[in-house]
């Protein structure tokens, strides 16, 4: 059985990681739904339309192997805001399945609503004061049990190859970046 996988978008939320999250993941066989808490059709970050699979309502009682929040302003407020993400997220947290944000989200979502207390993480530079009582890690991705964090757009790729390799493992994460021409530290 497949992987599955949630990508919650808001209006504001940036399009560069929330299309490089999903399309990474559907690349490595990972059946992903793209989530809205607002209308279907949102508008990103920059003016790009992104029309969700469905809302964040009719997915509360499913079971998510990974929630994967983009970051973006104001979309990661908008995320922040949204009290069934919030419900699905804290599952993911109590019951130890895979959770992460990159960019705002960090900060924003997962820092506001106590995700990433005793863990390392890191975030868009913008937020690292936001982040954890240490402030946030330098590094690029961090994954910190069943937490993953990244720092924005221009990391976008790794950390979707990160959440690839939890999910799925090394071997899929090396298959998926392989034919994209990524290069592998």
Excluded at 40 to 63: M, N, P, Y
Excluded at 147 to 173: M, N, W, Y
Aim: aromatic share 2%.
């Amino acid at each position: 059985m497949a992987k599955t996988a949630l990508v919650p978008i808001a209006d504001g939320t940036e399009e560069i990681e929330a299309i490089c999250i999903i399309d990474v993941l559907r690349r490595a066989g990972v059946a992903v739904t793209v989530a809205s808490v607002g209308e279907l059709q949102i508008t990103a970050s920059r003016g790009v339309k992104i029309v969700a699979d469905k809302k964040i309502a009719e997915c509360v009682a499913e079971t998510w192997d990974l929630v994967a929040l983009p970051g973006g302003m104001p979309g990661a407020e908008h995320l922040r805001d949204s009290g069934t993400l919030r419900d699905i997220l804290m599952r993911q947290h109590r019951e130890g399945r895979l959770y992460g944000g990159i960019c705002a989200a960090p900060a924003v979502v997962l820092q506001h609503h106590g995700l990433l207390k005793n863990r390392r993480a890191t975030g868009h530079p913008g937020f690292a004061g936001q982040l954890t009582p240490h402030g946030a890690s330098a590094a690029r991705v961090v994954a910190d049990g069943n937490c993953v964090t990244s720092q924005g757009p221009g990391t976008a790729l790794e950390f979707a190859l990160e959440l690839v390799a939890l999910l799925c493992g090394a071997e899929k994460a090396g298959e998926v970046a392989g034919p994209m021409i990524i290069a592998q530290a």
